[in-house]
């Protein structure tokens, strides 16, 4: 019971930075970016360029501002769900990843312009020609590398491994003396 909590302070701790981090960066970019205008970073590979988007990644499904919203809460119950049978660090640091990266963008989409559950995703960093995205994409591209990863090794969220083989241990729980 004490390892599964000290999991889930790991799972929630890491979405708050996320959290916080995403907001912060965005409130920067809102208040330091012109809206359109790219300010290079490294050439033309990486820039800043403040955008409202209204849709997900890439502007796609613009006029889909509430499917959206509503997938964001969808995964924020899941991820909290799934958060109770944490037995696997590695699972922890993939759905605070994910956690901090929806509620992130959520929190955009329920309280920026144009209105509560519409709201445009605000994006600055600029990938090339590619998108633009921000901290809570880079958490949630970062997670699902992550839950791909473990899935295919055939680690459980409950630290299991295919096959019948025992859950993965915590470091500092074998490093650290016994009582």
Partial sequence: MHRSR??????LGLAL????????????????LSEGERIPVVGDLLGLTLLYNPGAALSI?????????VAAVAVTVVVLRIATRLGSRAW???LGLLLGGAVGNLLDRL????GFAVGHVVDFIAYGELFVGNVADIAIVVAAGLIVLLSMRGVGV????EGGHEPER?????AGPTS
């Fill in 92 to 94: 922890a640091v993939a």
């Fill in 17 to 32: 930075v996320v959290l916080v981090v995403d907001q912060l960066t965005k409130v920067w970019a809102v208040a330091s």
């Fill in 111 to 114: 309280l920026r312009e144009p």
């Fill in 170 to 174: 915590v470091v500092a729980e074998d």
């Fill in 6 to 11: 000290r999991l889930l302070g790991l799972l």
């Fill in 61 to 69: 499904a613009t006029g889909m501002t509430w499917v959206f919203t």
């Fill in 158 to 161: 409950d630290g299991s491994r």
